[in-house]
């Protein structure tokens, strides 16, 4: 392990936190769609990568190498403590002055766990990196999901949760040296909230050329769904009519 930390601990090197998926897989089904999108973006990307990513169910600690990249399994989902152990990690890169974070809600845990992330990049810019986030979601207001949630429309945790992710895209824009968003809405709701226009920019979500596309009802005959089944699912199933 020694030796692939100072083999990576390099000034060309891009630390990256993210979901990834296992060895030698792009797409898979035991990481959320970040973990491939991370792969597409780290397979194009010139130098070394150190990607810090879940453990995916692993008891210990992994780390190999796959192409120019470092893959060091740490973080546990919804483990409070594996946010120290990543910040030890990155602390191990002295070198390695970026940091880019891709950021779904979920992906890393519950909210007790979310929560922490404003705290990692305080520490991380206390250590004189450089960080780079990238929100694959921006919501401002759950009002609108509330039968997703389960929740009634005037339930109390609406006020409560809308005035925490506020703050929480606020914090997480300030300490960040750029913050990515995948679509242009993206960036106007941020706007809303934020005075950083120069901060935030908008790079759309890459398509995978390479993936065979199935004639639409084929696919409907592959998933064993009907147009019926589809009309009772919850609005993206609707979009695909």
């Not at 192409?67 to 390695?96: D, P, Q």
Request: proline share 2%; charged share 25%; aromatic share 14%.
């Amino acid at each position: 392990m020694k030796y692939l930390i100072e083999k990576y601990n390099r000034q060309d090197s891009l630390i990256v936190v993210s979901s990834y998926p296992e060895k030698n897989t792009r797409y898979s089904q035991k990481v959320c769609a970040v973990g491939g999108f991370t792969k597409n973006i780290t397979d194009n990307l010139p130098g070394h990568k150190i990607i810090l990513t879940t453990k995916l169910g692993y008891k210990n600690d992994q780390i190999y190498e796959e192409k120019n990249s470092l893959i060091y399994r740490i973080f546990k989902r919804n483990s409070v403590f594996s946010f120290i152990k990543l910040f030890l990690a990155i602390k191990n890169f002295t070198h390695a002055k970026k940091v880019l974070i891709q950021f779904e809600f979920s992906s890393f845990g519950d909210i007790y766990t979310t929560i922490l992330f404003p705290i990692l990049l305080l520490a991380l810019r206390l250590m004189g990196k450089k960080i780079y986030f990238v929100f694959h979601q921006v919501i401002l207001d759950l009002d609108s999901l509330t039968e997703y949630l389960g929740w009634e429309k005037n339930d109390w945790r609406l006020h409560y949760f809308n005035f925490f992710l506020k703050l929480f895209y606020q914090t997480n824009v300030a300490l960040s040296e750029k913050t990515i968003v995948l679509e242009e809405e993206f960036k106007h709701r941020l706007l809303k909230i934020v005075d950083s226009s120069n901060k935030i920019f908008v790079i759309p979500h890459g398509v995978d050329a390479n993936l065979k596309i199935y004639d639409q009802k084929l696919a409907r005959n592959k998933l064993k769904v009907t147009v019926q089944d589809l009309t009772k699912r919850p609005c993206f199933f609707r979009l695909i009519l």
